[in-house]
């Protein structure tokens, strides 16, 4: 048999998981967590993040606000983000003031934890910069389009020598 420590500490990692012990084992991980009633606080990629946890669920979630001007964008990058990822799910709240992306996982030990919680973290921070990049894209074509040159100089480029067709 191994030393007593080892033991412990094999117990001590297949031992049911709660609140606390997933506080710890972010502490023991580097994440700077912060205690409150029902939630647990950190920081990642300059965001909040809440953890919650009940009945073998681990939710973590990051929410951000919504301009009112591009609420509609919003909706449908959130419809074409959750169709890429089935993992990670945006949901635009009841206030739609705000959004919230949501990454879920059955976790009932602290083995199980340390194994999915930097999966789901990375799956969260992929989804997040996904959604917008296709922001971005969106908004720039939205922007773009209305700008697009009218029909008789759509068909010519201007040149030092005149007017050449644009085939």
């Known amino acids: 048999m191994s030393n007593g420590k080892s033991h412990i500490n094999l117990q001590k990692m297949g ?8 506080f710890r084992c972010m502490m023991e991980d580097g994440y700077y967590p912060t205690f409150e009633k029902t939630h647990i606080l950190f920081s990642i990629d300059e965001n909040t993040a809440v953890v919650e946890y009940e009945e073998g669920v681990i939710s973590i979630r990051i929410f ?45 030990t602290i083995r199980e934890f340390r194994k999915y919680f930097p999966l789901g973290i990375e799956r969260l921070t992929e989804t997040i910069q996904m959604h917008k990049n296709e922001m971005k894209r969106l908004i720039l074509n939205k922007k773009v389009s209305p700008a697009t040159i009218s029909a008789a100089e759509d068909t010519f480029i201007t040149s030092s020598k005149g007017l050449k067709p644009l085939s």
């Open 15 to 22: 031992s049911k998981l709660n609140m606390r012990s997933i």
């Open 64 to 108: 951000y606000s919504i301009q009112e001007e591009i609420y509609d964008y919003f909706l449908e990058v959130s419809n074409t983000t959750m169709a890429e990822t089935f993992i990670v799910k945006p949901v635009i709240l009841d206030d739609r003031r705000n959004i919230m992306f949501s990454f879920e996982m059955i976790c009932g």
